[in-house]
């Protein structure tokens, strides 16, 4: 796998944004956290401190279309939520730079 095939998207949230150092992605199902670490270092030049996955089961949703009730199951997900070693930090989510 490349290492740009495994971050899919930045999950922002309120909760990653409290905790300094701390970044939140959703990651391909398929990568562990060696591939994870690895694909952080080779993209961004970074040393990982800690990782820690996780993945997210479906979740059963309604929709209301023409006065009926229509369910589907949303996707499971799975998240790779990773602090850096002290002084490194991704330039491109930090606060301070925008």
């Not at 023409?66 to 490194?88: E, H, M, P």
Request: charged residues 35%.
């Amino acid at each position: 796998m490349h290492f740009k095939d495994i971050f899919k998207k930045v999950l922002i949230t309120e909760k990653s944004e409290l905790k300094k150092g701390i970044y939140v992605f959703s990651v391909d199902k398929r990568a562990d956290k060696p591939e994870i670490c690895a694909a952080v270092k080779a993209l961004w030049g970074v040393d990982v401190a800690k990782i820690n996955t996780v993945i997210m089961p479906r979740k059963n949703k309604r929709a209301l279309s023409k006065g009926r009730g229509r369910f589907y199951k949303t996707a499971s997900v799975k998240k790779a939520i990773f602090s850096l070693k002290s002084g490194q930090k991704l330039s491109f989510l930090d606060q301070e730079s925008k």
